[in-house]
């Protein structure tokens, strides 16, 4: 999306008189950030098997549950934002939630990241973010407390937010 040009103008603050003041390095500013391009975000439609538990547990996570969930690419870098709101854990407890890289990107390195995850039992707190491995639907990374302590089984009780970049 180009930039809206404007004139620089010597006016008197009555926005009614003036003259224009040297528009040409404005001009060639705009140009430049406008050849750079700006990455577009896309929106990762909702896939209830993007979202998993380390089994004894489950995690389900519904469509009004996911409040946000996109991405954008830069060079080989994928930033990710989501948004889980309610979401349910059932079974057994386990230390690990994984939620499937958009775009099947596969991290080219080990990465770690923090977010922040609400339970009934803990109220909101940091949370590790890693390289979670392949995973049975696409790469993935995992979402667990940072002591590894087993997550709490929650109907509509734990809530995730976080904004990552994975290289790739």
């Known amino acids: 999306m180009a930039i809206t040009r404007t004139p620089i103008i010597d006016d008197d603050g009555t926005g009614t008189t003036g003259t224009v003041i040297d528009n040409a390095w404005k001009t060639e500013l705009y140009n430049q950030i406008d050849a750079a391009g700006v990455p577009a975000w896309a929106n990762v439609g909702y896939n209830a098997a993007a979202f998993y538990a380390k089994a004894p547990m489950g995690w389900a996570v519904e469509a009004g549950d996911l409040i946000a969930n996109w991405y954008t690419v830069t060079g080989k870098v994928v930033t990710w934002g989501v948004n889980i709101l309610s979401s349910s854990t059932t079974g057994s407890a386990s230390e690990t939630l994984y939620a499937v890289i958009p775009a099947a990107i596969t991290p080219?390195?080990?990465f770690r990241a923090h977010g922040r995850i609400y339970t009934p039992t803990t109220g909101w707190v940091d949370?590790?973010?890693?390289?979670?491995?392949p995973?049975?639907?696409?790469?993935?990374?995992?979402?667990g407390f940072y002591d590894l302590t087993p997550l709490p089984i929650a109907a509509n009780g734990i809530f995730?937010?976080?904004?990552?970049?994975?290289?790739?």
Do not use: K, V
């Open 108 to 110: 080219a390195l080990n």
């Open 127 to 133: 949370c590790d973010i890693q390289n979670g491995g």
């Open 135 to 143: 995973g049975p639907n696409g790469p993935a990374i995992s979402i």
């Open 160 to 168: 995730l937010n976080f904004t990552i970049q994975i290289p790739y």
